[in-house]
């Protein structure tokens, strides 16, 4: 591995630890906005779900319409805007949308309804997520692919 790419490699990982961290700070606050407003926490966790579902859609469209618009001169050159496109892209979708979502909180809260005999809001939940999420995450590539024309 030479040097450049072993700074590249550290680059990146501290972009995702940033975003992740950024993304989980907001996290968090979600579900502390929950508690105060005495609403069940899993409807935090479906809405920055959504939210992170849209964002990363939309913005990994985006930015993958930066890169595919520009190409490199050589093989050896790296394209200066297809760099910082892949360097947002990692902070802002990998990082910060992957910090803001959180698949494993909604298993626990799946497993901890349904254990507390609360069937109908494990089904409202697991519908919800479904039936919003996966509609969001096209919507924001649908979005971000109009950008790219």
């Known amino acids: ?74 093989a050896e050159v790296v394209d200066s805007w297809s760099v910082r496109a892949q360097s947002a892209n990692v902070l802002l979708v990998t990082g910060f949308c992957g910090g803001l979502s959180t698949f494993s909180s909604f298993g626990v809260e799946m497993e901890e309804l349904l254990r507390n005999g609360l069937h109908g809001q494990a089904a409202l939940a697991w519908l919800l997520s479904m039936s919003v999420g996966l509609p969001a995450a096209w919507l924001g590539l649908s979005l971000g692919s109009r950008h790219d024309r």
């Open 1 to 74: 591995m030479s040097a450049g790419s072993s700074v590249r490699t550290a680059t990146m990982t501290a972009l995702a630890f940033v975003g992740g961290m950024a993304g989980s700070l907001v996290r968090a606050g979600s579900e502390h906005v929950a508690w105060v407003l005495e609403i069940p926490v899993w409807t935090a966790t479906l809405c920055v779900n959504v939210t992170a579902a849209f964002l990363a859609g939309l913005l990994g469209r985006l930015l993958l319409g930066v890169v595919t618009r520009r190409t490199a001169i050589a």
